[in-house]
């Protein structure tokens, strides 16, 4: 054994004798974060239950949602108001319910059912975001996996699949800060998606901008308009946009959007009017009075980078002392994670290792279809949840794990 090999053995041995428990697994928001949308709690106040036309948003009705909320995010989410929806608390409830419903009755423009379709396929970006992944394989459709080359779409490939295969109906596509590496889709990227011919006449963008208002430096650009570059392509149809404040206030109590092209509102209003006559209209008018306007939102928003941006500094700084040379990763300038990539064939024995010492990260290959990392080498961080010193700690004790999984291949 080498004097390397023998230096990580006796460090691992060390960090299992700790008896670690650290969790490095899903961005949740840290209880800090969560602490400062303590105001929810006491909102809306006794006798403050009508929005500003005099409601009574106790009783059914309000399909749309409340119009003050929609005025928020229709600003920050570059959506007009009378095109955005404000539903419950889950975006995913609703990409969900989206896709079924597509499944049952197909979508605006559809010559039937989405499951009548023969091989019914979603494009998915990778590495990507698995709760995406797991709708798409819990639903029975096939997804095909595109790499990113250079951190940028493979336009090249979409567009020849799109246009070959009449079975593909959806793209997953995290436009801002995309989980898991961060990055943010250009105007050049957006308008080739709108504008690319499709074999599928009925074929949709699933645009997921969870991560709209997540920035991580002074920079804060602007949400890229994709419901008026599907105009301008002649495509109006195909964008739907989702974005809740999961991430933003509380993620089990926060609201969900829903924003298209009118039609796809007509079509989205016309199947949810048989599952509810209402949203809570009581917590969107907390979050409206909490909140107030969308420079609120930008206002808390820097509250959250100020607990945030230090622990993707010290993740950064912990990879870069400890794997430079040996991985690479992203460096992310918003968002809720940083992308690791080890060397090939690692990434699982680097995660088990991980695992027998205390320190949970997501499993690796969770950023595939399927699970399948072709390569094994890829590992998303979330480090947003611990604490700054158990981040540090976690992240250092996965760097060993890292190079002693490295070692071990390379020995056998």
Known sequence: MSEISTALESQYAEL???????????GKPSPAQLDLSHALLTLPGEGDYRDAAGTDLRNYGGPDGLIELRQIFSELLVIPVDQLLAAGNASLAIMHDVIVTALLHGVSGSVGPWRDAPGLSF??????????FAICEALGIRM????????????????????????????????????PTGTSFSVEEIE????????????????????????????????????????????????????????????????????????????????????????????????????????????????????????????????????????TWTTPTGGYFVSLDVPHGAASA??????????????????????????????RIAPTFPSQADLESAIDALCTCVLLAVERMSAE
């Open 16 to 26: 299992r004798a700790k008896n670690l428990s650290l969790d490095l697994t899903r």
């Open 350 to 379: 680097a995660v088990a290792l991980a695992g027998q010492i205390g320190v949970a990260v997501t499993p690796a290959g969770s950023s595939f279809p399927y699970g399948d990392d072709p390569d094994d080498t890829n590992i």
């Open 192 to 327: 080739a998606l709108v504008r690319m011919p499709t074999a599928a006449p009925d074929f949709r963008l699933f645009w997921d901008n969870a991560y709209a208002v997540h920035h991580l430096t002074d920079d804060e650009p602007v949400v890229i308009d994709v419901l008026a570059a599907a105009e301008a392509a002649g495509t109006p149809d195909r964008p739907f946009v989702f974005a809740s404040t999961s991430k933003i206030t509380y993620p089990g109590a926060g609201i969900a959007f829903f924003g298209a092209s009118p039609s796809n509102i007509a079509w989205r209003k016309h199947h949810t009017a048989v599952q509810t006559i209402g949203p809570d209209k009581i917590n969107q008018l907390r979050h409206v009075r909490m909140l107030g306007d969308a420079e609120g939102v930008r206002r808390l928003m820097r509250a959250h980078r100020a607990i945030v941006e230090p622990r993707f500094a010290a993740v950064l700084e912990i990879l870069e002392s400890r794997l430079s040379g040996v991985a």
């Open 123 to 132: 494009l998915c970006p990778v590495p990507g975001y698995d709760r995406h």
């Open 144 to 179: 095909i996996p595109v790499p990113c080359v250079d951190g940028r779409l493979d336009l090249d490939t979409i567009r020849r699949l799109v246009a070959a295969d009449a079975g593909i109906r959806g793209m997953w596509a995290v436009p801002m800060y995309a989980n």
